[in-house]
């Protein structure tokens, strides 16, 4: 049995490893786990520049717009969950768009991610996008192939037009490996917290690896521009793919320190005449 699986771990590298390569990637071997505290550790440092930016965001008015795409238990949701978790939701939005109306089915494709575009201090983030014409619409057979050619013909030349307004555009691949995949969706079957995300077109997206990867291949090329170029992150080890790309997204954008008044509580009123009243009647069990 150890055999077995020493072999499974040298098959599963070796595939990290060609994947790395074809992605422009030094093969290497894996890092070890960060620890929880490690990571914890990495994490607040990156909370704090993230404040720093949602506060030079808001004094210049900049826009940025960021984009993660990937297979389904790639690990979008936790990378955008560590950015929100420390910062304001009027300047951090997230857009994560439902199935269209028959409406907006009538619309030129882009229309209904256009009016989420940032306005000035705010920070956009699409947990997925318009490319979704050129993933899961494409393979799961939501558009015809003559649609999404088009699409991928036309994208580069909106994206122009959005990075020309003055949107800093930000577009992140996450990649994880077939192995890894498997093990998260198993994952989601039985745990009570997980089981929203497998749908029907979940489980269809999971057996359709290969169409995904065409697909994807076929997006890289059509929209890896030098306006609007696409960044992949590997995304088996989560803890990682997190600190990795909050880093980038960092440093891809030239924000400063904006001076601040320092902070300092104000004495609190008193009034000895005051009598608290009794207005807990309907109390919360304490059950913990």
Not at 89 to 111: C, G, H, N, Y
């Amino acid at each position: 049995m150890a055999h077995k699986q020493k072999k499974k771990h040298k098959k599963n590298d070796q595939k990290r490893a060609i994947a790395a390569v074809a992605f422009g990637h030094e093969a290497a071997s894996p890092a070890a786990p960060l620890s929880r505290k490690e990571y914890e550790a990495e994490l607040k440092h990156l909370h704090a520049e993230l404040v720093k930016l949602q506060l030079w965001v808001k004094h210049t008015g900049a826009k940025i717009c960021i984009v993660f795409e990937g297979r389904d238990g790639a690990g979008k949701g936790g990378v955008i969950k560590a950015i929100m978790e420390r910062v304001s939701p009027r300047i951090f939005r997230v857009v994560a768009l439902p199935p269209p109306t028959d409406r907006e089915k009538s619309q030129m494709f882009i229309q209904r991610y256009v009016t989420h575009l940032p306005a000035g201090g705010e920070i956009i983030i699409f947990d997925r996008s318009w490319y979704n014409r050129a993933g899961v619409d494409r393979v799961m057979g939501f558009c015809t192939e003559e649609q999404s050619k088009k699409f991928l013909e036309s994208v580069p030349y909106v994206e122009q037009s959005i990075v020309e307004s003055g949107v800093l555009l930000l577009k992140y691949w996450l990649e994880v490996s077939e192995e890894e995949q498997t093990r998260r969706m198993e994952s989601r079957i039985d745990d009570p917290r997980k089981i929203w995300k497998l749908s029907p077109m979940d489980l269809e997206s999971y057996a359709r690896w290969y169409d995904y990867s065409r697909a994807r291949d076929a997006m890289f090329e059509a929209s890896d521009t030098m306006w609007a170029p696409w960044f992949v992150a590997f995304s088996d080890d989560k803890k990682r793919a997190r600190l990795n790309i909050i880093s980038h997204l960092l440093s891809r954008i030239p924000y400063e320190d904006v001076p601040r008044e320092k902070i300092k509580l104000p004495k609190r009123q008193k009034d000895p005449t005051y009598v608290e009243a009794d207005y807990a009647r309907h109390r919360v069990p304490e059950r913990f």
